[in-house]
């Protein structure tokens, strides 16, 4: 069975993997991207060395009330990723990527999906491992090859039923000076079976020298204007969407959680030296949707959480 998501045209696929070169401009996401922008055509004459990125994050979602009556949740994310990249001669450039995010869901005593299974799920962990490879065939066309494989679910959840792993392509085509699009597909496998289908569309455009418009390697859009070379604002929202394994010991046995959500956020990046950035978010997630599954992936319960406060910061390292 294949399910199809939409996802908002000017976006692209935040599959768990690589880290941006371009990573001043972020949004601290906690959950390590594929590097779209970093495959642009060119990239053969910016990347010479071999290069690290390593990105530590963290955010909170205040509390929220569940629209199902049975009580409220305050979110707790904390997120690290290492990218290592290296030219591949003569026009290709292969990225390795480690990331782990930790999700800490604190609900209320009262707060249920399902009939007798207060608190559904507390902490969730997730592990990647994503490899990107991408090739320049012109001066305005290069190509990039996906693949990652994920873990996650709590921490007594079955091991070897938390896994997820996918693969994709894309091509990305450089319109004119500071102006990328990207086009593609990336097939992920579901928890309980069946794929997931996501379309991968990306724009990258630097309007001018403060300027600058981008989905950031993640499914939302960004506008960002540079005050200076140290200092950097953004406005923009994203689409994330995540599913983990529960444990086997719960009311739902082996059952599977979601969470889709979209933050607004309003953003201050500072980079004191090329090497280093600072980042800080402040906004709000305005929908967000929480589904409980059986390990057949029959639905058991969902809610909505009203809107609430949402606070982001990060750090990004570059070697």
Known sequence: MTQIRPITILTVLAVAGGLAQTAAAQEPTTRPRQDIQGASPGFEERDKRVTAVLDVSANYRFRGDLSNGTGDVGILRTG???????PVPPRNRLSVTFGSEQSWYDFSSSALLVAGDPRPWRHIQS???????????????SSLLIGNVNFAGEGSAAFED???GGGGAAMILKL????DLTGGVFVRSRLGGGVY?????????QINKQWRLSNE?????YLSYAIDEKW???FGARYDFSEFRLENNGVVPNGIGSDERVPVTFGVDWTPTPNVTVQ???GAVVYEKLKLRNSQRDTLGDTTVDPGLYLSGGLVLRF
């Open 80 to 86: 690290m990723g290492l990218t290592v990249t290296a």
């Open 127 to 141: 592990y990647t491992l994503g490899v990107n490879f991408a090739t320049q065939w012109s001066e305005t066309l």
């Open 162 to 164: 938390g896994f997820t």
């Open 176 to 179: 004119s000076e500071g102006l």
């Open 197 to 205: 289908v996501f379309p991968i569309v990306g724009i990258e455009w």
């Open 217 to 221: 390697n993640q499914p939302g859009l």
């Open 232 to 234: 950097r604002l953004s």
């Open 280 to 282: 800080a978010r402040v």
